[in-house]
């Protein structure tokens, strides 16, 4: 017998027409690209985009299924992409500028992209790029006529005029709330980048998933800023969670640098952001040079993308009094996994011991299982040091990728493998220990590179470090550890194996320390194990 209650697609425009509806004023905060802080509101932002869905329909030809791209930063006019596109039944494919021009084409051509929105600053980059994706009709520059550059691109269209010429009350179609509305490649370090397609359905309930007390816990009250990039995984589900909750949004636009970003913190009244650590050593290292600069709004920082150091989240916390939600997610989980809030039972945990939980990753929020197995796939105990590769399942999980790439990385039993290798403890707090591909296998044991590299930020004058294991003709790999040193710091390679003595087994103590001027970063801001690798490779130990 079925339910007797009422059909209601899970569509993503409804999540703005509610915000539209009932939070229609709250402020949509942006530094636009041309320079000024730009002001909007929901109820705007809602008008702006179904006039631009009808004009997607009337002046560029799109319908059901059709795939669009956009170049660009987080701003209100991409946000008005993603409605508008999203909700008259496009698909909008969000594309990474920092990947490899080769890579950029290879996604655009992959995907079918047939426009491309793009911000003023990637314009020279789509020039030289547009002859190797010869089916794009033309682009769409996001910006007025009063700043339309003088371009060599096919059919540049301004984006003002675009939506000038659509109508504002252009009714949504609805349709089957599984159909696919938004496109995101993985950063691709092995073999091409492979497409994940996110749903409707998929999206509405990833973003209320987020939304929640234990997770991001959004409210009308807040403010929220994603610093993380809407090209990278949905921006964490914050232009969805957010007007979920009818939360005030900020877009921090091109500039991510400490003093920009702090300006945004503060001129929004900011109590909620979100992104990659190093965004936010940038940041603290803007305000340690301001020792007089504060962040009194500022409620909660989420922390992912990769492993965060303790060192900036205590900064966080002791210095400038804003709680740390330590999260891991991935592309293909749309993407959070796992956040890293208090429990009834962690509650009464000490100061002291619950840092040690609060460092991990996270728990599971609910629509997210997670497991972790050996390599038969057998389900391992969560005792909180048996590392075991990390398999997890839930609604807003890719069950395959586009056009079936990648196919071992999903199980007869619908277990998506995330690559990463995991503990989970008996509270339930899962700990990445590696990707899979970058574990440290000494004599036939794994080492964390992940660990090796948080206890060796904390020593002082440690700016950035990364391990890696070279091959080594006793012990298979040994780790190496390379180091950034911080500004003025001569610090030795003694000083940071005395620091690492007592913290790590003895056999997990690398083999040598590396000094570098910088680390490589991927275009997601990972550190690039597979670049350090190919640069040390041949590195003589001492002693071998
Ligand atoms: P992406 O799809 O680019 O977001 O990359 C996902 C991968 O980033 C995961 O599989 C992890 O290896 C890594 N990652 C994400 N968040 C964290 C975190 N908090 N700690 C450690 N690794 C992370």
Same mark, same amino acid.
């Given at each position: 017998?079925?339910g007797l209650?009422q059909e209601?697609p899970l569509?993503?425009h409804?999540?703005l027409d509610?915000?539209?509806r009932w939070?229609?004023t709250?402020?949509?905060i942006?530094?636009?690209?041309e320079g000024?802080?730009h002001?909007t509101?929901?109820?705007?932002?809602?008008?702006?985009s179904?006039?631009?869905a009808s004009?997607c329909?009337?002046r560029?030809?799109?319908?059901m299924?059709?795939?669009?791209a956009t170049?660009a930063? *987080?701003t209100w006019r991409?946000l008005?992409?993603w409605?508008?596109v999203?909700?008259m039944?496009?698909?909008v494919?969000t594309?990474n500028? /920092?990947?490899?021009t080769d890579q950029i084409a290879?996604?655009v051509n $992959?995907?079918?992209?047939?426009?491309?929105f793009t911000?003023?600053?990637?314009?020279?980059?789509l020039?030289?790029?547009?002859?190797?994706i010869p089916?794009?009709k033309?682009?769409?520059i996001l910006?007025d006529?009063?700043?339309m550059?003088?371009t060599t691109? /096919? *059919?540049?269209?301004?984006?003002?005029?675009?939506?000038?010429?659509?109508?504002?009350?252009?009714a949504?179609?609805?349709?089957d709330?599984?159909t696919?509305?938004?496109?995101c490649?993985?950063?691709g %370090?092995?073999?091409?980048p492979?497409g994940?397609?996110?749903? $409707?359905?998929?999206?509405v309930?990833?973003g209320?998933?987020c939304?929640?007390?234990?997770?991001?816990?959004?409210?009308?009250?807040?403010?929220?800023?994603?610093?993380?990039?809407?090209f990278h =995984?949905?921006?964490?589900s914050l232009?969805?969670?957010?007007?979920?909750?009818?939360?005030?949004l900020?877009?921090p636009?091109?500039k991510?640098?400490?003093a920009?970003?702090?300006e945004?913190l503060?001129?929004?009244c900011?109590?909620?952001?979100a992104?990659?650590?190093?965004v936010?050593l940038?940041?603290l290292q803007?305000?340690?040079? *301001?020792?007089?600069?504060?962040l009194?709004?500022l409620?909660r920082?989420?922390i992912?993308g990769?492993?965060?150091?303790?060192?900036?989240?205590?900064?966080?916390?002791?210095?400038?009094g804003?709680?740390v939600? $330590?999260a891991?997610g991935? %592309?293909?989980?749309?993407?959070?996994g796992s956040?890293?809030?208090?429990t009834?039972?962690?509650?009464?945990?000490?100061?002291e011991?619950?840092?040690t939980?609060k460092?991990?990753?996270?728990?599971?929020p609910f629509?997210?299982?997670m497991?972790?197995?050996?390599d038969?796939?057998n389900?391992?105990p969560?005792?909180g040091t048996?590392?075991?590769?990390?398999?997890?399942k839930?609604p807003a999980?890719?069950?395959?990728y586009?056009?079936?790439?990648?196919v071992n990385?999903?199980?007869?039993?619908?277990?998506?493998d995330t690559?990463d290798?995991?503990t989970?403890d008996?509270h339930?707090?899962m700990?990445?220990t590696?990707r899979a591909?970058d574990?440290?296998?000494?004599g036939g044991?794994?080492?964390?590179?992940i660990?090796?590299?948080?206890?060796a930020?904390?020593?002082?004058?440690?700016?950035?470090? =990364?391990a890696?294991?070279?091959?080594?003709? /006793?012990w298979?790999?040994?780790?190496l550890?390379?180091?950034v040193? /911080?500004?003025?710091? =001569?610090?030795?390679?003694?000083?940071?194996?005395? $620091?690492?003595?007592?913290?790590i087994?003895k056999?997990?103590?690398p083999?040598?320390?590396a000094?570098v001027?910088e680390?490589?970063h991927?275009a997601?801001g990972k550190i690039?194990k597979?670049?350090l690798? %190919?640069?040390?490779?041949?590195? =003589?130990f001492?002693?071998?």
């Amino acid at each position: 017998m079925r339910g007797l209650m009422q059909e209601f697609p899970l569509l993503v425009h409804r999540v703005l027409d509610h915000a539209a509806r009932w939070h229609g004023t709250r402020p949509i905060i942006s530094r636009s690209v041309e320079g000024p802080l730009h002001r909007t509101d929901y109820a705007t932002v809602s008008r702006r985009s179904r006039a631009l869905a009808s004009a997607c329909e009337a002046r560029l030809g799109l319908s059901m299924g059709s795939v669009i791209a956009t170049m660009a930063w *987080n701003t209100w006019r991409h946000l008005e992409i993603w409605y508008g596109v999203m909700g008259m039944g496009g698909i909008v494919h969000t594309l990474n500028p /920092r990947l490899f021009t080769d890579q950029i084409a290879y996604i655009v051509n $992959h995907a079918e992209d047939q426009w491309i929105f793009t911000d003023l600053t990637f314009v020279p980059l789509l020039e030289k790029l547009q002859d190797q994706i010869p089916h794009v009709k033309g682009f769409i520059i996001l910006t007025d006529e009063a700043h339309m550059p003088n371009t060599t691109l /096919r *059919n540049p269209i301004c984006y003002e005029t675009l939506i000038a010429s659509g109508d504002e009350a252009y009714a949504w179609p609805e349709f089957d709330e599984n159909t696919a509305c938004g496109m995101c490649y993985t950063s691709g %370090t092995t073999g091409h980048p492979k497409g994940v397609l996110y749903s $409707h359905r998929s999206n509405v309930l990833h973003g209320m998933m987020c939304a929640l007390g234990d997770a991001m816990a959004i409210k009308s009250i807040d403010v929220a800023m994603p610093v993380v990039p809407m090209f990278h =995984a949905n921006a964490w589900s914050l232009a969805f969670s957010a007007p979920i909750g009818g939360a005030a949004l900020v877009m921090p636009g091109p500039k991510l640098d400490g003093a920009s970003i702090y300006e945004m913190l503060t001129e929004g009244c900011v109590t909620i952001t979100a992104a990659v650590p190093t965004v936010w050593l940038m940041l603290l290292q803007y305000l340690e040079q *301001n020792p007089d600069l504060r962040l009194p709004q500022l409620n909660r920082v989420v922390i992912g993308g990769s492993a965060c150091p303790e060192s900036i989240m205590k900064a966080f916390v002791e210095t400038y009094g804003s709680d740390v939600i $330590h999260a891991w997610g991935m %592309t293909e989980m749309s993407p959070i996994g796992s956040l890293g809030v208090p429990t009834g039972q962690t509650n009464s945990l000490s100061a002291e011991d619950w840092w040690t939980v609060k460092l991990k990753q996270g728990r599971p929020p609910f629509m997210v299982d997670m497991k972790i197995t050996d390599d038969g796939g057998n389900a391992l105990p969560h005792d909180g040091t048996t590392f075991g590769r990390l398999k997890v399942k839930g609604p807003a999980i890719a069950r395959s990728y586009y056009k079936g790439d990648g196919v071992n990385a999903f199980d007869a039993e619908g277990w998506f493998d995330t690559g990463d290798v995991a503990t989970i403890d008996p509270h339930g707090y899962m700990q990445i220990t590696d990707r899979a591909k970058d574990v440290i296998k000494s004599g036939g044991e794994w080492i964390s590179s992940i660990e090796l590299e948080n206890i060796a930020l904390g020593c002082p004058g440690v700016h950035e470090a =990364a391990a890696i294991g070279l091959p080594h003709p /006793r012990w298979d790999e040994r780790p190496l550890l390379v180091v950034v040193r /911080r500004q003025g710091s =001569a610090i030795s390679r003694d000083d940071v194996l005395r $620091h690492l003595d007592g913290k790590i087994v003895k056999w997990w103590m690398p083999d040598d320390v590396a000094f570098v001027d910088e680390i490589p970063h991927t275009a997601t801001g990972k550190i690039s194990k597979l670049e350090l690798r %190919t640069r040390f490779k041949g590195y =003589a130990f001492p002693g071998t």
